[in-house]
C-alpha cells in the first residue's frame, strides 16, 4: 500500500545537502587556497567531487573526530590532492567555515510549514556547536537534535541511525513506524535509513534522478528505492499543506 505524508508524526532531517547549501559553501570556503596559488584550472565540479571523496574517507579513519577537525584535514588533503600550497591557517580556516555556509532560500519557510503537521529532528554529521551556528538560518525550533558528536560517528555508519532510533521513542514518544527520514544525500541518509526500514523522501536537489551531478556528496553503485521524491523542501511543503 502506498504510502501518504499522513502517515507519519516526525520528519528526521540530514542538514547539509539538504536544508543547508553545503555546496556553495564549501565551494565559497576553498577560494582563499585557490587565490593563494593564484589557481584557475579548478573548477566547482571537480572540486566539489574531490571534497566527496576526501571528507568520506577521513570520516571513516577518525569517526570520533570533531567536524570543525575533519574540515580542516579535508582542506590539507584536498590541497595535496591539487598540488597546492596550503598552511596551517588556511586549513584551520576551512575548518570553521561552517557557520557560513548559506541555507536553501526555500528551507526557513519550508520547515514553518512542516512544523504545523509535523514534529522534526536533526540527525546531522557535524558538531553540536556546528549545527547550532547553521539552526539560527533554519527558522524553526526542532524538537530533538542528534549530531554525529553525540554519536561518535558519522553517517552512514549503522550508528547514527541506532542512536536516532533509541532516542526518539525516550525522547518524543515516536516509534520507527512515525519516522519519515527527510534527505539529500543518498551514500549518508537513503542507503543507512533503507537497512532499518525507515520510510524515506528524498529531496533531490542536484537532480540525481534526472542525471544530474554527485556534487560534495560520495556516489552510491545503485540509486536506492525511496517512499517520495521531491526537487526541494517547497515542494514537500506544498504537498504537506495540502494534506
Not at 39 to 60: H, K, M, N, W, Y
Not at 83 to 101: I, M, N, T, V
Request: glycine content about 8%; hydrophobic content about 45%.
Amino acid at each position: 500500500m502506498a504510502k501518504r505524508l499522513t502517515d507519519f508524526k516526525v520528519l528526521t532531517f540530514d542538514c547539509y545537502g539538504t536544508l543547508i547549501d553545503w555546496e556553495s559553501g564549501i565551494w565559497d570556503a576553498l577560494q582563499p587556497l585557490l587565490m593563494e596559488n593564484a589557481c584557475q584550472e579548478i573548477t566547482r565540479g571537480p572540486a566539489l567531487v574531490a571534497f566527496a571523496q576526501e571528507e568520506s574517507a577521513q570520516q571513516a579513519r577518525t569517526p570520533g573526530m570533531l567536524y570543525p577537525d575533519i574540515l580542516k584535514e579535508v582542506h590539507g588533503a584536498l590541497a595535496h590532492r591539487f598540488k597546492l600550497r596550503s598552511s596551517d591557517e588556511l586549513d584551520a580556516a576551512f575548518g570553521a567555515s561552517l557557520p557560513h555556509w548559506p541555507a536553501f532560500p526555500d528551507t526557513a519557510d519550508a520547515l514553518r510549514v512542516l512544523k504545523t503537521h509535523f514534529k522534526l529532528v536533526i540527525l546531522s554529521n557535524v558538531n553540536r556547536a556546528g549545527f547550532a551556528a547553521s539552526n539560527r538560518k533554519l527558522g524553526v525550533a526542532f524538537d530533538a537534535i542528534y549530531t554525529a558528536e553525540d554519536v561518535g560517528s558519522y553517517k552512514p555508519a549503522p550508528a547514527n541511525f541506532e542512536y536516532m532510533l533509541k532516542h526518539l521513542p525516550e525522547d518524543l514518544g515516536l516509534a520507527p513506524g512515525d519516522i519519515l527520514h527527510t534527505a539529500q544525500s543518498l551514500f549518508h541518509d537513503h542507503v543507512p535509513a533503507g537497512a532499518f526500514g525507515l520510510a524515506r523522501a528524498w529531496i533531490d536537489r542536484q537532480g540525481l534522478s534526472k542525471g544530474g551531478d554527485w556534487g560534495a556528496t560520495a556516489e552510491v553503485p545503485e540509486r536506492p528505492q525511496v517512499d517520495f521524491l521531491f526537487p526541494t523542501m517547497a515542494a514537500l511543503a506544498e504537498v504537506a499543506g495540502q494534506a
